[in-house]
């Protein structure tokens, strides 16, 4: 069987070598790893939300296909949501599209924008689809540097150096995987300025903004004027809703890029199921204080973790947002330092590498475990002084 030539052009997944050698571990020692690399909310959605989805899945009209577009009335949720935590106005109508998981949608908008050759400025370190997502549409991918000195923010005098006549579209994500930076809407402007003097595509990632620390608010990109003229941003009801696995997630701004991402998901799946449609309409529904309540948890899982890289020498940067702590190494191989602290202690915090090259020299982990699995991680990692 002769695969496609693309396949080539993709890196090896980092994380599935990651569970091999936990595999391995668990079966030469007989315990249970604690996997603090993982970036998926161990917490559950609301009942309610829960409750819904049972209720609607009892329905025998809910079982259809449902719509390449998505039901009107989540569109019309997703853009009053908009509205109230952003102040931005949203057309329901053309300016939302619900996604099967923002990932896919990650990755599909390159098969709507970019044709063979284009480039795509990605950060680096940076999550893995926005470098997969123009390689599988024959895209260039170029790498900015995200540099602690520059507060893992995009140097736009680097920008200006990599950008060509052949550069479409740039990627951002902020509040930031994974390193926890976030940005203002300043920092924003700068890149606004920057891609409509290029004439590039903003895409932004922008699945943590509900996830915050120390009353620090997460803005939208499409807050600033003249954003929607340009950029689409992308969000998930995982990571605010504690939705991982029903896969519910949502793109929204630019009505003609939201209308290309569109006829290439036709094409490709027939929609959401009803039920996670109409349970998310719910989740949109949830007061403040739900959320609010939910990050109290994971800011003292921030601060368990903080006291934990700093007891094994590391320097944690601590996060006003997002699931992980960043920290800082003396190592200059992170990725072997990883796997000898498996060995040792049954523990695995991601090195920094499996996001990209300025990723070396850190950590990333993960608040996606209960307090009293982070306290016996810690005592674990703790034994790497002895």
């Given at each position: 069987m002769k695969l496609s030539n693309r396949l080539n052009k993709f890196p090896a997944y980092f994380f599935a070598g990651v569970n091999k050698k936990i595999k391995a571990y668990e079966e030469k020692t007989g315990d249970k790893v604690i996997n603090l690399g993982i970036g998926s909310p161990d917490l559950p959605p609301e009942e309610s939300v829960i409750s819904e989805l049972i209720e609607q899945s009892r329905k025998e009209s809910t079982h259809k296909y449902a719509g390449y577009a998505g039901l009107l009335e989540?569109?019309?949720?997703?853009?009053?949501?908009?509205?109230?935590?952003?102040?931005?106005?949203?057309?329901?109508?053309?300016?939302?599209?619900?996604?099967?998981?923002?990932?896919?949608?990650?990755a599909n908008l390159h098969f709507a924008v970019i044709d063979e050759g284009d480039e795509v400025l990605i950060p680096d370190p940076g999550y893995s689809v926005y470098t997969t997502g123009p390689l599988m549409a024959g895209g260039v991918p170029v790498r900015y540097d995200l540099k602690e000195e520059h507060n893992f923010l995009p140097n736009i005098a680097q920008l200006e150096e990599l950008v060509s006549d052949k550069t479409k579209m740039i990627w951002l994500n902020y509040p930031n995987n994974p390193t926890g930076a976030v940005a203002d809407l300043d920092d924003f402007q700068v890149i606004l300025d920057f891609a409509e003097k290029y004439d590039l595509i903003i895409a932004h990632d922008n699945p943590y903004a509900d996830i915050t620390f120390d009353g620090y608010k997460a803005p939208s990109f499409l807050e600033l004027k003249g954003a929607k003229d340009r950029t689409i941003e992308f969000n998930s009801f995982s990571k605010t809703w504690n939705m991982a696995g029903w896969r519910v997630g949502m793109a929204v701004g630019n009505q003609e890029s939201i209308s290309a991402l569109l006829k290439i998901k036709s094409n490709i799946d027939t929609g959401i199921f009803l039920p996670l449609q109409i349970a998310a309409i719910k989740a949109l529904q949830l007061p403040q204080s739900w959320i609010d309540e939910r990050n109290k948890v994971y800011e003292k899982r921030r601060d368990i973790v903080v006291k934990m890289a700093?007891?094994?020498?590391?320097?944690?940067?601590?996060?006003?947002?997002?699931?992980?702590?960043?920290?800082?190494?003396?190592?200059?191989?992170?990725?072997?330092?990883?796997?000898?602290?498996?060995?040792?202690?049954?523990?695995?915090?991601?090195?920094g590498v499996a996001f990209g090259k300025n990723g070396e020299g850190y950590f990333r982990i993960s608040l996606c475990q209960p307090e009293e699995i982070l306290e016996r991680a810690s005592k674990k990692l703790s034994t790497l002084n002895e």
């Open positions: 989540l569109k019309e949720g997703i853009a009053e949501y908009y509205k109230n935590r952003f102040n931005v106005e949203i057309n329901g109508e053309t300016e939302v599209l619900p996604l099967i998981g923002s990932k896919e949608g990650l700093e007891g094994i020498g590391l320097k944690p940067i601590v996060p006003k947002s997002a699931l992980y702590v960043w920290c800082k190494s003396d190592s200059d191989d992170v990725e072997s330092l990883s796997y000898e602290i498996l060995e040792k202690t049954g523990v695995f915090i991601t090195p």
